[in-house]
């Protein structure tokens, strides 16, 4: 599949239960459920994604939770039971578009903050476009700004991971992915490196600005 750029390839080992749930909120296709394994795959041009969609789950078992095409880029979302039909789904994708996993872009972190002890006006504004849980008065935010788009799976996963918060926010698609958390200062203290890691710890290719 020549002309296709692979921009993001982010495998979750085992979808944490709020990263689950809160895909139940805004995905269109077959949810998945906490413990699968899930694959985000980003390309352009964004409309050939309905052909990766077509490889994957035609040369395994996976099941697609979202695909979404936008005005620059598309992105596809995979899950299954057993890692390895995931893995090989992945493996199928790359093949077909004559890349592998390092072929990706290597994301860049935009912004990493921390708000400390939210007061209730902002927590309504943020509780208002928000479709995971609630931020309430004295807890503290974290928002992290990532690219390519669907790293931010990735952040929120590993932060879920280490940390007791709350997911409120993840944006895995279009130019920019957003993660939004809530929790307690220990909480979050712990969350921040886990995310900022996970996106630091990926290989790929470094784009020109």
Do not use: C, W
Request: hydrophobic share 45%.
């Amino acid at each position: 599949m020549a002309g296709i750029d692979l921009r993001a390839y982010v495998f979750l080992d085992s979808l944490q239960p709020q990263h689950a749930a809160f895909l139940g909120t805004v995905a269109k296709g077959f949810l998945p459920v906490g413990g699968q394994a899930s694959l985000f795959i980003e390309i352009s041009p964004g409309i050939e994604i309905n052909r990766i969609t077509d490889i994957a789950v035609k040369s395994t078992r996976v099941t697609p939770g979202m695909q979404i095409v936008e005005r620059l880029y598309g992105m596809l979302e995979i899950h299954h039971d057993e890692q390895a039909e995931v893995r090989r789904a992945g493996d199928m994708i790359l093949r077909e578009i004559g890349g592998e996993e390092s072929s990706r872009i290597r994301p860049e972190i935009l912004s990493s903050t921390v708000i400390r002890h939210l007061d209730d006006r902002q927590t309504q504004l943020i509780n208002r476009v928000r479709h995971g849980h609630m931020i309430i008065a004295g807890q503290s935010l974290y928002t992290l700004e990532v690219q390519p788009a669907a790293n931010a799976a990735l952040a929120a996963n590993e932060a879920e991971k280490a940390a007791r918060i709350k997911v409120l926010e993840i944006v895995s698609f279009g130019s920019l992915g957003r993660v939004y958390l809530a929790g307690e200062d220990r909480d979050i203290d712990v969350a921040v490196p886990a995310a900022e890691h996970a996106i630091k710890s990926l290989a790929g290719r470094t784009v020109k600005k």
